[in-house]
């Protein structure tokens, strides 16, 4: 009897370890298909593609230039006696900048000067003689010889002055070659005194742009070293270049006294300010072999890849939408690095 409930107790035994067995197989079998279904389920946000306000530019590279560039000659043939300045210097107006030595009006100027001392001797005897005798040289004489002495003194100062080469106005000299002891002719170019005063930029861009284009519009000049010059377009070339069908436009830069003529940079045209256009954050963009994209969600709540064409990146680190995607897609904006194309996932609300 004993014997029999041992082998009793030992059939049940061995039962429920076999259904142990096997449920401990069936549970193991189940956990991967678990865990790939949590992971296709993974639970993203998304947020609408919008327009946005994106200024539209044009972009060209542009020099500086000075609208008042004055080219300074030789009034007379002689030697260069002094260079006062050098070449690049900033000069102010009437600042003496050569001397010229000129032997045929040194003795023009011996002349008129013996003429306009021997005027002014006469009339201090005129004057004197009417203090003493009053009336005895007649008004109109006095007054004639006032005015020689007047005209003597012009013409010496005015032949004087050949001698001496100014600068007409506030600015810049431009390279000159002359050093004390070159000889000149009366013509010959000495040097250019550029003016800073309301400085321009001027550069060129397609013609594409023409009917865009407009006067008063904003620009910003950008140097490589990292300085911004703001102005407004000034002046829109009336004719295409003949080579290139290019536009010439130049832009009165705001006062910038420190920036020199002829320094390069590159320039920036607002041409629409108030353009509308279909952008997204950069942070949202992917790119492959194939080009660039974002994640977006079918109607199967499957992710998808939505390819588009981009357009410039502006300064708030949006990309412009050109060709490829439409308003109101939904673009997934979480677990981006989480994402394939074809995976299930679930839409936070």
Do not use: C
């Not at 506030?170 to 000889?183: I, M, N, P, Q, Y």
């Not at 000034?234 to 080579?243: E, F, Q, R």
């Not at 009165?252 to 300010?273: E, H, M, R, T, Y």
């Not at 708030?316 to 997934?332: A, Q, W």
């Amino acid at each position: 009897m004993r014997l029999r409930r041992l082998w009793g107790w030992l059939i049940v035994l061995l039962i429920v370890s076999g259904l142990a067995v096997l449920s401990y197989r069936h549970l193991m079998e189940r956990k991967p298909s678990t865990v790939a279904t949590q992971k296709s389920q993974l639970t993203v946000t998304t947020l609408p593609l919008q327009y946005h306000l994106i200024p539209q530019t044009v972009s060209a590279y542009a020099t500086t230039m000075s609208p008042t560039s004055i080219q300074l000659l030789a009034a007379t043939s002689g030697v260069i006696k002094k260079v006062w300045v050098h070449s690049g210097q900033q000069v102010d107006k009437g600042q003496l900048l050569f001397t010229i030595h000129s032997s045929d009006l040194n003795a023009q100027l011996n002349k008129l000067k013996a003429q306009w001392l021997t005027d002014k001797r006469k009339l201090t005897l005129d004057r004197k003689v009417n203090r003493q005798v009053p009336g005895t040289v007649p008004k109109y004489d006095m007054f004639t010889q006032r005015m020689l002495v007047v005209q003597d003194r012009a013409a010496y100062k005015a032949a004087k002055s050949l001698q001496q080469v100014k600068s007409p106005v506030k600015g810049r000299l431009s390279e000159t070659l002359l050093a004390a002891g070159s000889v000149v002719n009366t013509g010959d170019i000495l040097t250019d005194v550029i003016s800073q005063k309301g400085l321009r930029v001027r550069y060129q861009i397609a013609d594409i742009y023409a009917d865009a284009v407009k006067l008063g519009q904003a620009v910003t000049f950008s140097l490589q070293n990292g300085k911004h010059y703001t102005g407004k377009v000034s002046y829109i070339a009336p004719l295409y270049n003949a080579h290139d069908y290019s536009l010439t436009l130049r832009a009165k830069l705001d006062p910038a006294d420190a920036l020199p003529p002829n320094v390069f940079g590159q320039v920036k045209q607002v041409i629409q300010p108030r353009y509308r256009s279909l952008a997204i954050s950069q942070k949202l963009v992917q790119v492959d072999a194939r080009g660039f994209y974002v994640f977006s969600i079918d109607p199967h709540q499957k992710v998808v890849k939505r390819y588009f064409t981009p357009g410039a990146v502006t300064a708030r680190g949006l990309i412009e939408v050109r060709k490829g995607l439409t308003e109101n897609l939904p673009i997934i904006n979480s677990d981006l690095s989480s994402l394939s194309a074809g995976q299930k996932v679930q839409v936070r609300s």
